[in-house]
């Protein structure tokens, strides 16, 4: 062997020194990972309720909807009433189907996702150690290697984000990689394709991270110089066995995971500028930014978020001591300067280019998350680097050198103990919730807008009750969610209950406890007051379960008794000043016209004014024009036949009848227009009208009414 080449480890076997190592990787885990490795902690602590939630609920959906009805696996329970919801999100059915066994039989999926965890940290720096053995590291450089990637700063700072935690198939895929490049076996080809496949299904980041540098990787390794022997004949079987392998692999991926995200991201006009990656790309100072226990306070000024990118203080081995010759440091240095410069976003020409060339990169928001493949070709590099440093060391030295060698790396890549909070036990609610059959979704209050708290919280809940829920988290914004969101929040109007109706949106729980969090106690008594007062023909059930409210809602009911259509001919006819009774004053009466913009009705408001007219015969008000102020309100009709017993007429907002229409794919959906509000009106036969609204501050000015009547 010529100086400052490195033999490539073809028998790697597992001996008692791996099994050491693998040993000294576990307690390292246990100890580092505190508290989450603890038997108190790891069936309920998240690190955040957030992300760690939203976990929770993609394991426990994905794996179960994917077996539960293999036709049709993107449809999860959560973000209804849109299909394919899972792909608003990374699909994580690998690691579902990792921590199945766990969740299935104790029923805690974070208990299986905090055991994923630890086995990330593990794993990772397993078979990081087996890779750079294999590239020619002597057993403690690998050791050292492991432990560079395994735990990494950026790896802790994702604990909370189970899918960039669980790092360990990024290493076993360049292992298959590198086995293939040495012996042109086809069974490591087909192996690496398939732990590619299998990080896809568990991480969309580095999935696409490994099919953008595994080629490369691939190639160079493959390159041949005349030192090499004779590669091995392959038969043509072989060549044609491999290609259908590869390519059913390779269809299967595309055709199951990555066709239904690109149909979604059609269909939805889901898309991210290239300006949100250049927000969230890295700097150049982020590789001297580190969350450990000992530099987190001196690199502080170096990081924000997704951003502590520090790769070791040993990684730097591999400058000081540069292992640059050979093919194998020349494609780790490739590999890593690539990863570096993608990792900078769009202030590199190599971002830009690989954005407009490659269609999944505009799919990833964070470029910074390219650090991690800095992180990892820079510990091979350490690993190689410390080999060769070993060989510099005198003999009787090199057991001292190892010491202080890995103390450095043990201190330098130390976090515990680690942030810890009790996630959120399902409220009892759910359990009643669980125990009801009518068919129907569930709309739980107070409703959260899509990036809050409350998004997490109602996906992982779903596991509880099993039942179709409006809110969940997506990394997507879906403007069709928050139109529904915000029909529903005006709840108990009559048109937030058609629009619960109309979607079929059954269940809603009023939670206290989330209302009081949020310092909305008096919005929650609204409610409670608001469902003690809905006509009991339109509620089912009405139960109180530890402070909680589950209303289950009679839909059949209301949906008659609510329906409202267009007329059949838009012809407005404005109320003529001589059918205003109330108000009775002068300036009132004149301010009901034909619309004239010079003429304003104005009245201060008080908790009882309103506007009476008589129609002079019964009809059936199909829809109603007010045209008024700027400022925000409702209005609310009702009506009498003899003037005697007062009725309400339900209404409906033409823009929320013409927005349900638009679901679920449309870009935009419209909203009430300022200044105008246009009623369509339930069943009724009035002559008289009374009009009045929510409460607003000031005065009140009307300066048109107009109705479409039919006798």
Known sequence: MTKGSYPLMRNSGFCRPDRLVLALYLLYTVANVYPYSHPAFIGKAVYGWGDALVDVWLLGTSVSQLLR?????????????????????DAQWGLGLLGAPIGW?????LLARNVLLLLGFWLSAWWTYRLAHRLGASRFGAFIAGLLYGFCSLRFHHVRILKMAFGPLIPLFFLYLTRWSQTGRLLDLWKAALTWALQMVSGLYYGFFLLTLGPLYGLLMRSRSPADPAPRVRKKWETVLAAVGLASIGLGVTFGLLLPYWESRYLFGLEHDIGLNRQWAARVTNYLATESRIGREMTARWWDWERPLWVGVLAWAAFLVPPWAGRVPGTLWTLTTLSFLLSLGPQTPVFRVAYDVLPYFSAMRYPARWGMMVIFFMALLAGLGITRLQTWCPARFRWALMAFLGGVAGIDLWHAPLRVESAPTPPAVYARLRAHREPGAVAAFPLYSNYDIGSALYGSWTLAHQKPTLGAYSVWPIPGAEWIRTGLADFPSAHALWLAAQLNVRYFVFHAGLFSRLGQDELFRRYEQSVDQLPRAWVRHLERVEGDILLTLNLEQIRQDLWVAPPSSWRWASVPPSQVQVPLEPPARTAITDGDPRT???IPYTGDWQVQIDLGRPVYVRAIRIRHDPKDKMFFLSGSAD??????????????WVGLRRLPYAREYPSDRPGQAV???ARNWVRYLRITSTRVAGHIAIRDIQLIGEP
Do not use: A, K
């Not at 009805?69 to 792909?87: A, K, V």
């Not at 017993?645 to 209404?651: A, F, S």
């Open 69 to 89: 009805d293999p036709l049709h696996p993107w449809d999860g329970p959560g973000l209804y009433p849109f299909p394919r919801t899972l792909t608003f999100n």
């Open 679 to 681: 009623l369509l009106c």
């Open 105 to 109: 039989t104790t029923g805690n999926w």
């Open 600 to 602: 304003v009705w104005t």
């Open 643 to 656: 003037g005697q017993d007062w009725r309400p007429i339900h209404t409906v907002p033409w823009w929320m």
